[in-house]
């Protein structure tokens, strides 16, 4: 049941079923989430608080039910672990609960006019900040449905978002179709070859592989992600500057479609050459064992220098080293294998005493040599009969 806004002077339109809840400003703006939407439920309102109870409670709300306290919705946070409902998480919700501060938030949103129906169109928004340069308004591009445009603009932050270790990052969302992808349903999805619990193909299947594959190669670089959902149109300042964003990527000329599968192709291959470099930098280092040096023989051998084989070991019997076998040397070496480096000096220390003793004023000693005190007169008088005179010296050098 849909119902049209009043010609009053209504300035609030709220939507309390459509492809987004929320409280619009124009009529243009509200258009584009209800319309193509079965059972849409809308309706325009002369104040935000009549609006805000419209949103939160429908048709029988009515005045008596008390608004929402002003100010924006709090963000309901995707846990980075649903094991306690039963449920494996995807890898994109890996990372533990942190202070806002710590993490880089960026708010995603899609938007399409005639959602399901023949020429529809989408557009994508990523919202940073106010003016910031990094946000993205850009047309969907292939097929023009709503939950395509929520996804790519999820697919684009993870290819332009700069790898942080040090700064996780936070990705707030008001699509609970996208949060579900990847926290509840993709494991079943895999089981099953892509299959859903209906037995019908998964849609967008190419987009949900892709956007797999990114969360999967920023866990292995040590790079956070966490995904949160936020209730659309409640006043929160990234969701309505996103939102903004898909809406004016629904004006932008049509885009065609991208090549999923080569998409993720190309990051399975830095996912493989990542675990590649994992394996590499945990390998245990081989060290090659060295050669043992042969160990001497110890052969028993009597005192006669006999081997022996057996037997118990006497006092006569000694214990010999064998060392092990060498190369004989050559016996005839030639004058080209003798380098006069090696036996430079080896005489030196000879050559020197020799000098000394040939050039000493006084001969050196010889152990044969007696003192004094042993010559006898006896000896003197037979030393001197052997000695020459004058005549005899003459004699002598004449002949």
Not at 29 to 41: D, M, N, S, T
Request: glycine share 10%.
């Amino acid at each position: 049941m849909a119902f049209k806004g009043t010609k009053s002077k209504a300035k609030f339109y709220a939507v309390h079923k459509g492809h987004h809840t929320g409280i619009f400003d124009t009529w243009s703006e509200c258009e584009l989430h209800v319309k193509g939407f079965a059972g849409a439920i809308y309706k325009a309102f002369p104040t935000r608080m009549e609006a805000e109870t419209f949103v939160q409670y429908g048709l029988g709300g009515g005045g008596a039910v008390p608004a929402p306290a002003p100010g924006p919705a709090p963000a309901t946070p995707v846990p980075s672990s649903s094991r306690a409902a039963g449920k494996r998480p995807a890898s994109a919700m890996q990372a533990e609960a942190q202070s806002d501060a710590e993490w880089d938030a960026v708010y995603t949103d899609g938007a399409c006019s005639g959602n399901g129906k023949v020429g529809s169109v989408a557009g994508v928004g990523v919202w940073y900040g106010v003016n910031d340069e990094r946000n993205l308004s850009e047309r969907c591009p292939g097929d023009q449905t709503n939950n395509r445009a929520e996804l790519i603009a999820i697919a684009r932050v993870l290819e332009e978002h700069p790898y942080k270790r040090d700064r996780p990052l936070k990705i707030l969302t008001d699509s609970k179709y996208s949060i579900q992808c990847f926290r509840d349903w993709l494991p079943g999805w895999r089981r099953r070859g892509w299959i859903k619990a209906d037995g019908k193909p998964v849609l967008n299947v190419g987009i949900i592989k892709y956007i797999d594959a990114l969360l999967e190669l920023r866990s292995k670089l040590g790079h956070k992600i966490r995904m949160e959902h936020v209730r659309g149109h409640q006043g929160i300042e990234g969701n309505e500057g996103a939102d903004k964003l898909a809406v004016a990527g629904c004006r932008y000329p049509a885009q065609g479609e991208r090549d999923w599968d080569a998409l993720e192709d190309g990051v399975r291959a830095k996912i493989a050459a990542a675990d590649a470099r994992i394996a590499a930098s945990r390998a245990p280092v081989e060290v090659a064992e060295a050669t043992p040096e042969p160990r001497a023989k110890f052969q028993r051998v009597d005192s006669s220098g006999e081997r022996r084989s057996s037997g118990v070991a006497s006092a006569q019997h000694l214990w010999q080293i064998q060392p092990p076998e060498t190369p004989a040397r050559k016996a005839v070496i030639s004058p080209e294998e003798i380098n006069p480096a090696d036996y430079e000096g080896c005489f030196e220390d000879d050559e020197q005493q020799l000098l000394e003793e040939v050039n000493s004023p006084d001969p050196p000693r010889t152990a044969g040599r007696v003192s004094a005190a042993e010559i006898t007169s006896a000896d003197l008088e037979a030393f001197a009969s052997g000695l020459l005179d004058d005549d005899d010296l003459a004699a002598e050098l004449s002949d």
